[in-house]
């Protein structure tokens, strides 16, 4: 949550002028994103009539190279309908520029609040927005590798090694490998796949009321089952109190709402526990990763681990059950 | 420049509902501000055509019972043609609320950018708009004591002492202790005064164009001398580089634009090199306490006192010759 770079206005007007968007009007550095710095921008508009856009300049983790990806993503889901925002081309049509050797897109704003709290009804919104995406990913020509999968979770957590997990928890070096081992036993395979979200938190979705208005940060976006898709959104909004509190008409909302648009087959409702575990996983282990790696007063709000290591205990307690009459 | 707070979508809505503002639309969180969480909003507006305005949440060093002093000159100001931000009354009529035990005020979003590098002609917009608050104030009827004059700069740097001001840098501890008593024998006395911002530096003036179009961050203003604000902005605005380079064209742009709405009397003009360099203290001595008292690694950026020391050392060399011709 931080803007990195100082971007001096007068840099900054001449950037939005290689924009059919009007002239530069405000600019406010905003706290969005932990790769990325953010600004939110107003300019005259092409008609005069007034924009407003989210600049983001690309800082850390994501490769200018993936940026064809990324954007590419975002033109084609707005393209087919899905909410989320449209990439502003320059006036030569290129994705993104570069200014002070970094490189930076200028994206559509969209309205819309990021919630704390879902309400049932928000709930199935999200579900029936995540369902449209992957369905409108079908025709998406690129794809890009899923690095924070199986492999990676296990040589992550292999990397902070059992002495530094044990100091985020005691319970924490048993609890992951054992896990790593039985996910790498029981994992399926051949499930529907395309290009999923996968980070689809509350804070990556815009709301107005009940509806969802945005889908947001795309940039852990790779090829993967849609089901676990779905398993890491279910474990992102299904709990409260940090994992300590299971919201039952949560899930079944998320549940009916996605599979109102894409009912799930019966070989992906089989996999969901198995899915929400690896979910649950995937953020221990970058966020134990993180907490060893992040000075305590950084930037950066470090997140508990252990967050997840007790949504893992109910999924490995209830999933089947849960998933069985949910979905 | 962070966001201390979070503030969940849901009090912030219940929130903007007590203003007759229409109803949430949008919320970021800005980086602005060093004392407070500042949240760009955007509402339906009170007409259903759309409306944006600052939420500021009052986190450390301002005092609730300076609220009355700092939003209602905001009014007074925006009410006699300034260019600052109204405050936005809720339906109850307050100028303020509390959330979570802290202070907020929504006040009006103004358009435009703060820029680095000033041209001539945007710094005599900056004097002309200082000097129209230093006539809007004649009738404001609150005042608030300065608490950053001579007095509480000697008081900080004492509080340093001469061992840790020199970890900074070796000239340091000669050169504010020395200048602090040359200050003491020479600070003049009886010069016009009135409620000034004390803090007008380049990022706290809106810009659209060469024309101010906001002027914000009052949470410094004291009563004091309307030439001494003139010298805060002098010394804020007329050197690049850390203080090692002077801008004569941008010096006498300010100057002519500020007397070309109020001419300064001939005992001003005479103390204006004596209160540029009181300036310069004032902002030696706050660093040098945040530069002894912040770690380097917390989420506020530390600003250079040596910066100032430069500045403060071109005015004694400078200043009378400068001011005789410039002002």
Same mark, same amino acid.
């Given at each position: 949550m931080a803007v990195y770079t100082h971007l001096a206005a007068e840099r900054l007007a001449e950037l939005i002028d290689a924009y059919d968007v009007g002239s530069l009007v405000s600019a406010k550095g905003i706290a969005e994103g932990v790769s990325n710095s953010n600004w939110l921008i107003e300019t005259t508009g092409s008609d005069g009539q007034g924009a407003r856009?989210?600049?983001?300049?690309?800082? *850390?983790?994501?490769? !200018?190279?993936? @940026?064809?990806?990324?954007?590419?993503l975002l033109d084609h889901l707005a393209a087919h309908g899905c909410p989320v925002p449209r990439t502003i081309h320059d006036r030569d049509g290129a994705l993104w520029r570069t200014i002070d050797g970094k490189a930076v897109a200028l994206i559509e704003y969209l309205p819309g609040v990021s919630i704390d709290h879902p309400t049932p009804a928000q709930a199935r919104s999200v579900g029936q927005a995540l369902a449209r995406i992957h369905h409108a990913v079908a025709d998406f020509p690129q794809s890009r590798t899923q690095t924070l999968g199986l492999a990676g979770w296990d040589r992550t957590i292999n990397d902070c090694g059992a002495e530094a997990l044990a100091t985020i928890d005691p319970e924490l070096p048993d609890l992951?490998?054992?896990?790593?081992?039985?996910?790498?036993?029981?994992?399926?395979?051949?499930?529907?796949?395309?290009?999923?979200?996968?980070? @689809?938190?509350?804070?990556?979705?815009?709301? +107005?009321?009940?509806?969802?208005?945005?889908?947001?940060?795309?940039?852990?976006?790779a090829s993967d089952f849609f089901a676990y898709d @779905?398993?890491? !959104?279910?474990?992102?909004?299904?709990?409260? *109190?940090?994992?300590? !509190?299971?919201? !039952?008409?949560?899930?079944?909302? +998320?549940?009916?709402?996605?599979?109102?648009? *894409?009912?799930?087959?019966?070989?992906? *409702?089989d996999a969901l526990p198995v899915l929400a575990r690896g979910a649950c996983m995937r953020f221990i282990?970058?966020?134990?990763?993180?907490?060893?790696?992040?000075?305590?007063?950084?930037l950066v709000t470090r997140k508990d681990p252990m967050d997840f290591a007790r949504r893992l205990q109910f999924y490995a307690a209830h999933g089947d059950e849960l998933f069985a009459q949910g979905a």
């Open positions: 856009f989210i600049l983001t300049m690309y800082e *850390r983790r994501i490769e !200018t190279s993936d @940026l064809p990806f990324f954007l590419g992951a490998f054992g896990e790593l081992s039985w996910l790498a036993g029981h994992w399926p395979g051949g499930l529907p796949h395309g290009v999923v979200h996968c980070d @689809l938190f509350p804070d990556n979705v815009l709301m +107005l009321g009940d509806k969802v208005s945005g889908l947001i940060d795309f940039y852990f976006a @779905l398993a890491v !959104t279910h474990a992102a909004w299904c709990f409260e *109190r940090g994992g300590a !509190t299971f919201r !039952t008409d949560v899930s079944e909302a +998320l549940l009916a709402g996605y599979q109102a648009e *894409r009912p799930l087959s019966s070989v992906e *409702r282990s970058s966020r134990a990763d993180d907490w060893l790696n992040t000075p305590a007063d950084a």
